[in-house]
């Protein structure tokens, strides 16, 4: 399943998958796996996500 909150929450912030990338310590191709739902993130990572972006990770993260 598309992770479209958690690209448009890094939108919001004018980052690109790189930076997220960057940012929490793994490959921009891993950020774009987590968006593509190509990738089930580890909860570290989960959370390394969540404090960049400034989110939570119900809001990110949580599936209806």
């Known amino acids: 399943m598309k992770n479209l909150r958690l690209k448009a929450a ?17 490959s921009r191709q891993t950020i774009s796996a987590v968006e593509k739902g ?12 969540c404090k960049v972006l400034n989110k939570t990770l ?3 993260f949580w599936e209806e």
């Open 38 to 49: 190509d990738y089930n993130p580890t909860i570290n990572l989960c959370i390394a996500i």
């Open 58 to 60: 119900d809001e990110l």
């Open 10 to 26: 890094r939108a919001m912030l004018d980052m690109s998958q790189a930076e997220l990338a960057e940012a929490v310590g793994v």
